[in-house]
């Protein structure tokens, strides 16, 4: 389990990320209010200049909600997507999307089991979260989403630079976790689908380098 007091601190993290932050650049019939990644761009930036723990956890909310934006399937956008731009519940994509983050997927029935590791999230909520992962069936690779609550899915505590420990790492362990089929959010485009946003998002990784030193 993951401790509880970084998930506190992390909520008042939350809360200085103004709320229609997370809906620039998400079309209107999505709950979003539109825009330009340029324009999401220059909110992270400003994000940043206040704190860089808060910049993490909007990269990691606003990477996740961009998967969903972008997929192919409606219906699970459609039950996660408001919950997720609210900020009512935290959501995760690994901080690195190379091939090393990949779970491994094996067929069963109308679904798949998957297993794996991966090292680096962070707003991993002990209350709960949502992670969109990178998944390896056979010769293709696609995108999952998947619940922290859900049977095979172990949240262990994880490392990220000491001044960010506030952003609830974690690593993640995938033991045989069952994911429907119906639920899959697309194929290996669908990281070429989010890059623009992820671009823009890419902000904060110049802060971290011009600054690594700041702390909240």
Known sequence: MLPRTP????TSLQA???PDYLRCAVPAHMG???GSPEEL?????????KSLSAGVLFWCQRTAVEFLVQSFNAAVRE??????LRFQRAASTPLSLDASVLLVAQGEGRG???RGVIHSIANAHADGFTLVVPVQMQSAMGWAVLQSEEDGVHIEPGNLLPHLKETCPARVRVDD???RADEWLGDSLLLHKTEPVRLALGVLYQSLIAAPEMAL
Not at 7 to 10: G, I, L, M, R, Y
Not at 79 to 84: K, M, S, T
């Open 16 to 18: 200085s990320i103004p």
């Open 7 to 10: 998930a506190a601190h992390s």
């Open 177 to 179: 976790a069952f994911f």
């Open 32 to 34: 979003g209010l539109g």
């Open 112 to 114: 798949m089991r998957l």
């Open 41 to 49: 761009g220059l909110l992270m930036r400003a994000l940043c200049e």
């Open 79 to 84: 039950h996660l997507l408001p919950e997720l």
